[in-house]
């Protein structure tokens, strides 16, 4: 079969350039999805849930089917990484980038995932006394260190690209609820003791950013949070639903369909050029 037959076939007779990017991904999204359930990583635990409906995280523990995402709905996404790997590159040439990941586990909370950047920190003070010695580890290879020294040299990094509306609604002196949270979760597993949520307006490139500190009595509630998840799953139960079908949670919910009455793909992007958030 010569080349161009074999596009049609994958692609059809009459469709655009835009069809066939929107297919393409789509199919390789489900693929994922797949493979995600085969491979058995079903049961975890990702830290990028913290602050999600804990109804949406026991279905993604559980396995429930997603339907399929729509081709630019991934585009969206995509764009979010690539503002991560765009960020990680400017702070290498600059000099201040560890490790562009990190690996974090943690049995307990079933964690298995990888954090965004490790830098050098920056803002430690000339009279400030070194922590303990940590060790970090790279994602790819358990075997193999990214970071062993004291824990104050360092800081974590976690990118978040929003739209203009909702960056300009962030708080005057803290990120948002879940990405604080996020941040906790973190120090808790990899014994950092401070780290920023670094935003960036993905309508003009505008940036902000929030230093956050350890903070013991938060570390606990995400532990508990998590806790409650894993004994739900366990249970294969369902917690309670948290929105209703006109929330902003449910709108973008890859669930929405199981909690409320369906809505289309294309009912779905009209949602989120008109209002709210997906970052
Ligand atoms: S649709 Fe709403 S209530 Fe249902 S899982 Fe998603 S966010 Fe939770």
């Not at 739900?232 to 409320?260: I, Q, S, T, W």
């Amino acid at each position: 079969m010569s080349k161009l037959d074999e596009i049609k076939e994958r692609y059809g007779d009459d469709v655009d350039i835009i069809d066939m990017v929107h297919h393409f991904l789509t199919c390789e999204n489900t693929d994922k999805q797949k493979e995600r359930v085969e491979q058995g990583r079903l049961g975890k635990f990702y830290p990028s849930s913290i602050g999600r409906c804990k109804r949406a995280v026991v279905y993604q523990m559980l396995g429930y089917p997603t339907k399929p995402i729509n081709g630019q709905s991934l585009l969206i996404m995509e764009n979010g990484t690539g503002f991560h790997n765009r960020m990680e590159d400017i702070f290498e040439k600059m000099g201040i980038l560890v490790a562009p990941e990190l690996s974090l586990k943690d049995e307990e909370l079933r964690i298995s995932g990888r954090s965004d950047a490790i830098i050098w920190n920056f803002l430690k003070r000339e009279d400030e006394q070194d922590d303990e010695e940590i060790v970090l580890f790279d994602p790819n290879d358990s075997e193999k260190e990214i970071y062993r020294g004291p824990a104050n040299h360092i800081l974590i990094v976690e990118f978040k690209s929003i739209k203009n509306k909702n960056y300009t609604k962030l708080p005057k002196s803290k990120p948002k609820t879940a990405h604080e949270m996020q941040l906790q979760l973190y120090f808790y597993l990899t014994g950092i003791k401070k780290g920023i949520v670094y935003y960036e307006n993905k309508d003009n490139q505008e940036s902000k950013h929030y230093v956050v500190e350890y903070d013991e009595q938060l570390i606990n509630q995400v532990k508990t949070d998590i806790k409650e998840i894993l004994d739900y799953a366990d249970r294969r139960e369902l917690p309670e639903k948290e929105g209703n079908a006109l929330d902003v949670m449910c709108r973008y919910c890859d669930f929405r369909n199981l909690c409320h009455t369906p809505i289309s793909e294309d009912q779905w992007i009209e949602l989120y050029f008109n209002d709210s958030e997906a970052s």
